[in-house]
């Protein structure tokens, strides 16, 4: 258990001529909670979307639980190995929230209906929408789906979940809801990496945090020495502009 | 001059033969060419050129044609290939099908790209396949956005099969035709036709309108 659960190799991503990563090397070892933040435009999405291949990077790695990405036959069971929650749910909207959860562990995974239905009941209880269950998304508040997406992406038992920004289009009084859940999970010994501005979340929740900028890795510090002292003088620099904002 | 409505009655048989040849028409052309819209449509947004490229082109050239010059081509053409003569409504039909499947292709193309890009993301971040995302995920909500326009185009097909007569199917329009040719009676039946189109055409768009009604509730 001791090989990172997920090892960034010298990545390298471009769009057209604009360079979104550039050697970027990082490892992260099972059950911890990794916060990356940043400025706008630094990368930190694009490497998320590294990490199971929704993007495709031209140069270096991405090696997942032993497995190389780049030389991933079949990259549905990788992913579905991956849980993914994003900026704006992207739950389904023609489908109820039960279904939203059992799909991909019906059709992916191969489960019965009764099997994915009693998880995902579970799930939904779990992230405190259980009564919500026959409802459609568009029912819901934004706290609630991205709740009910965290819970559609646990239905599939992940190895690592990825945040990407999940609470930026949330308004501030659901915020809370959806960092609890995340902070019960990360406390429950899921590996997590998350991209969020939420820096209260990241200093209590996070083990470590990487800051970047212009598609590098600029300061990767355990949180507590990142918060006290920053090295990179971009990354103080960043702290300041989001801290004292508040 | 005064009207004789008993024209219609008369020949009512012979005209309603027509018709069913129009309806079916209509209805067997939408019922492949949508499908194959979709597959085409698919082709037209594949990030994979030996896809993209071909769907691309034979969208544009069939788009840029007249419907009655692929009828033509069919009628001359499909005979050659198969070696014995297909009969005036297969020969239509055929054409129909592929002149109309690239007007359902934009259609579907259209569709498909008013679903939000982060679906399709979170579909296959669950461990969908492509092919499975698309099915299960963007299709169906594809096919809700479009709905206005896909009843739209049916009544086009509709209408379109008047251009059969070049070819001698006996079609409404031809049917309606022949008739006023033996009875002199140009008006009266040609009132009557018109009747019919609108009649057929709104109970479609009524339908569709339903369907819209029931895709929305699902929100």
């Known amino acids: 258990m001791n ?6 190799q010298n990545l390298g991503l471009r769009y057209g001529s604009f360079r979104a990563l550039e050697d970027v090397s990082a490892d992260f070892r099972r059950g911890t909670c990794v916060v990356i933040c940043g400025p706008s435009g630094s990368g930190k999405s694009s490497l998320l979307r590294c990490i199971n291949r929704l993007e495709e990077f031209q140069d270096g790695d991405v090696v997942f639980d032993g497995a190389s990405l780049r030389a991933c036959q079949d990259l549905p069971r990788l992913r579905s190995e991956i849980g993914m929650v994003f900026q704006h749910f992207e739950l389904y909207p023609h489908l109820s929230i039960l279904d939203n959860v059992t799909l991909a562990p019906r059709i992916a995974k191969g489960r ?21 269950a026959g409802k459609f998304p568009g029912e819901l508040s934004g706290g609630q789906q991205q709740r009910a997406a965290i819970a559609r992406a ?17 308004d501030p009084e659901m915020i809370a809801e959806v960092l609890r859940v995340m902070r019960d999970l990360a406390r429950n010994g899921m590996t997590m990496l998350v991209v969020t501005h939420e820096m209260a979340f ?27 002292a920053p ?6 620099e960043f702290l300041d502009r989001i801290l004292h904002r508040l | 001059m005064g009207f004789d409505w008993a024209v219609i009655q008369d020949n009512l048989p012979l005209l309603m033969r027509g018709l069913w040849n129009s309806v079916q028409l209509a209805a067997i052309t939408v019922a492949l060419s949508f499908p194959l819209g979709c597959v085409v449509a698919l082709g037209r947004i594949s990030p994979r050129p030996w896809l993209r490229y071909p769907a691309t082109i034979l969208v544009h050239a069939l788009r840029s044609n007249p419907l009655i010059l692929i009828v033509f081509w069919f009628f001359f053409l499909v005979p050659i290939l198969t070696g014995r003569p297909v009969g005036d409504f297969a020969s239509v039909l055929a054409a129909f099908v592929v002149f109309f499947s690239a007007y359902f292709a934009e259609i579907v193309r259209s569709g498909i790209q008013s679903v939000r890009r982060g679906q399709l993301d979170a579909a296959l971040s669950t461990g969908l396949t492509y092919a499975q995302a698309m099915h299960r995920i963007v299709l169906p909500q594809a096919l809700r956005s479009m709905m206005p326009s896909l009843a739209t185009e049916c009544v086009i097909v509709f209408q379109g099969t008047t251009i059969a007569y070049v070819v001698g199917m006996r079609e409404f329009l031809h049917t309606t035709f022949l008739v006023t040719e033996r009875t002199m009676r140009p008006v009266e039946l040609y009132l009557f036709a018109a009747l019919v189109y609108f009649v057929v055409c709104l109970a479609g768009s009524l339908f569709a309108r339903r369907l819209e009604g029931k895709a929305g509730r699902a929100r």
Not at chain 1, 3 to 8: D, H, K, Q, R
Not at chain 1, 154 to 170: H, I, R, Y
Not at chain 1, 204 to 225: L, N, P, Q, S, W
Request: hydrophobic share 45%.
């Open chain 1, 154 to 170: 646990l239905a599939l038992e992940p190895k690592l979940m990825l945040f990407d920004e999940p609470t930026s289009a949330l």
């Open chain 1, 202 to 228: 990241a200093r209590e929740v996070a083990d470590e945090i990487v800051f970047m900028d212009k598609g590098r890795i600029v300061e990767r510090a355990e949180t507590a020495r990142f918060f006290s």
């Open chain 1, 3 to 8: 090989e990172p659960l997920v090892s960034i």
């Open chain 1, 112 to 132: 019965s209906r009764r099997a994915a239905e009693e998880t995902a009941r579970r799930l939904l209880d779990r992230v405190g929408i259980g009564d919500q």
């Open chain 1, 231 to 236: 090295a990179a003088p971009r990354a103080r």
